[in-house]
């Protein structure tokens, strides 16, 4: 054999066992992204499968998935790989309870710490301004993205591209009712558990005990019923979903009524009562009783409703249908419904990972069958 050949024999054993090498690592490895010059740097650690507590679903632009509200951190997904970000990488805390993306492509992950920003090549912490005396910044602009930080705030958190500004509630006329009939209580009533943006770019705020804030960008509107927070059995429910139909109907939290909603009446800096027209919702023995986490509408319309303990519900419009979700013989706690940029259906859970519909049946999503 001439020293060519053989020197091209080794060459070719030194690859396919690198290659070896490299396989038997694989979930192992990091992510590489690029800094600013060029260079890879390591970004997250590529791993298997994903937490069984993942409680938030987002597809941004580029269709990458990404799964927060774990105790481990946030997860990408491509469809080839799945990656782990933590606070090693940057992130600023693991509790996230929504990701957003912005027009340049930017992901935005709003945790109870902080807002984390990632553009693709490390995560940064978006800084709050400090309040101007007498200003407190309420303004909307088509580009302005809407954090909640956590369920304890006294009001939203606006970022402007630039700035990130803290806005307070204007108080309502349940505060007083409330705090005389919980003295001690160790939360705050004024804190968001739902952020919603219309077609017409009102941007709604459920409360934990306080009802709905909505505002068009001039004025701060009101509303509260007492069903919308408060479950029949007496318990304390919070808005958790809002979403407007097909229709122009804005659904809040259970579904016995839909509300129209209607000009105000006057302009002011002060909280006023909404207006709005009521109206039945699903008319349905099988709808009493039942709260939602989380709402979404599929490409035909119809609205789709998941409950915490008691799977899904869909209703077209003529009828209501039940969508049990278990993990083999597990109950699944739901969390989130979500549609993707294909207008497939995904569940986040509190304790099964992730589902997707497949037409029929929500399953669970095993990514170690899709991981290429």
Request: aromatic letters at 14%; glycine letters at 10%; charged letters at 25%.
């Amino acid at each position: 054999m001439s020293l060519k050949l053989k020197m091209t024999t080794y060459k070719i054993i030194l690859v396919c066992g690198a290659l070896s090498l490299c396989s038997s690592c694989s979930w192992q490895i990091k992510s590489k992204e690029l800094n600013t010059s060029g260079e890879a740097i390591s970004l997250g650690e590529t791993v298997a499968q994903i937490d069984q507590n993942a409680l938030i679903i987002f597809q941004d632009s580029k269709n990458n998935f990404w799964f927060g509200g774990n105790k481990k951190g946030v997860y990408k997904y491509d469809g080839h790989s799945l990656v782990l970000y933590t606070e090693k990488d940057g992130l600023i805390g693991t509790d996230v309870l929504g990701i957003q993306e912005d027009r340049l492509g930017n992901i935005y992950f709003d945790a109870t710490q902080g807002v984390s920003k990632f553009d693709g090549q490390r995560f940064t912490t978006l800084q709050i301004m400090e309040k101007s005396t007498g200003n407190n910044e309420w303004k909307s602009e088509p580009n302005d993205l809407w954090f909640r930080m956590g369920w304890n705030s006294d009001g939203p958190y606006r970022f402007d591209g630039k700035n990130l500004y803290h806005l307070e509630f204007p108080r309502n006329e349940m505060e007083n009712e409330f705090s005389s009939r919980n003295p001690n209580v160790s939360y705050n009533p004024y804190g968001i558990y739902h952020l919603y943006k219309d077609s017409k770019a009102n941007i709604w705020f459920g409360t934990s005990n306080l009802g709905v804030y909505k505002y068009d960008g001039n004025d701060i509107s009101w509303m509260y019923e007492k069903h919308l927070t408060e479950t029949p059995e007496g318990g304390s429910f919070g808005i958790r979903s809002i979403i407007e139909d097909k229709d122009g109907f804005i659904w809040i939290c259970n579904p016995r009524y839909k509300f129209r909603i209607l000009p105000d009446n006057s302009k002011t800096n002060d909280p006023e009562p909404m207006n709005y027209q009521r109206e039945s919702g699903i008319e349905s023995t099988r709808s009493k009783g039942l709260y939602f986490m989380s709402m979404t509408l599929d490409n035909n319309g119809d609205l789709w409703m998941a409950t915490y303990d008691n799977g899904v519900w869909r209703n077209s419009g003529n009828e209501l249908f039940h969508y049990p979700i278990k993990d083999g013989e597990t109950d699944v706690m739901l969390f989130s419904i979500y549609k993707d940029n294909q207008g497939a259906l995904w569940l986040g859970t509190h304790n099964a990972g992730v589902f997707k519909y497949n037409g029929e049946l929500f399953e669970k999503f095993e990514f170690s069958n899709h991981i290429r």
